[in-house]
């Protein structure tokens, strides 16, 4: 089985720009969740989004959204950047939900 | 608030021996307990898992112990190998939910 694949894998931005990250989840797999990794943070819950629903959200401000397709894709987009969004971002997959999560490579972004 | 520690930020071990890796938790509700491993510019990688119902888990050189007393767990290495120094991050989730709680991470560094 293919693993979870995100695009791109690497992102330069400039404040105020907007971005839209890209997963695919293991196939058969229906829940995906995004968590930000930053040298000072470690990882850190995004969202979780299952059968296009979001079903659980961190503590993140508003300019970060996702969603998620019928197929079980899902997409995150941050609006109005800022430097402090510099980070690596996961996308992670399982099943149904409440079991191990398999993770993608993640898109680096930075912001300038 | 800091639900789930990880202490050490680093651990260096000699090749062949044990390596332990701690962690601490403090929100009762977590029934799930999880260890990725980590390299560089890669997403966490899954290693070793174990549920509340549990208090030991093996799988080869990988166990975990868990103490839900002390709300402790720890990752055993053994034997260590030079492939194994990565960042280390155990997660914790809560019953059914698919946010894991991650911890800081701890570099290991197995030398020869």
């Known amino acids: 089985k293919a693993g979870v694949t995100q695009t791109p894998r690497y992102l330069i931005k400039t404040r105020g720009q907007q971005v839209t990250l890209s997963c695919s989840p293991i196939s058969g797999h229906r829940s995906v969740s995004w968590y930000q990794q930053t040298p000072g943070q470690g990882l850190q819950f995004l969202f979780e989004y299952f059968s296009e629903t979001q079903r659980n959200k961190g503590n993140f401000p508003g300019r970060f959204s996702g969603r998620q397709f019928s197929n079980s894709r899902s997409e995150m987009n941050v609006s109005t950047l800022e430097l402090g969004d510099s980070a690596l971002y996961l996308c992670a997959s399982s099943p149904v939900g409440g079991e191990t999560q398999y993770f993608g490579p993640g898109t680096r972004l930075l912001v300038l | 608030d800091q639900q789930v520690k990880q202490n050490s930020p680093s651990l260096s071990v000699q090749e062949g021996r044990i390596s332990i890796l701690n962690c601490d938790y403090t929100n009762s509700m977590f029934d799930y307990f999880l260890w990725y491993k980590k390299y560089p510019a890669e997403g966490p990688t899954f290693l070793i898992s174990?549920?509340?119902?549990?208090d030991k888990n093996e799988d080869g050189r990988f166990t975990v112990f868990l103490n839900k007393s002390a709300k402790h767990l720890s990752l055993h290495i053994v034997p260590s190998q030079p492939g194994d120094s990565a960042v280390y991050f155990c997660a914790a989730s809560a019953r059914l939910t698919d946010k894991l709680i991650f911890g800081t991470g701890t570099r290991l560094q197995v030398f020869p």
């Open positions: 174990i549920s509340s119902i549990k």
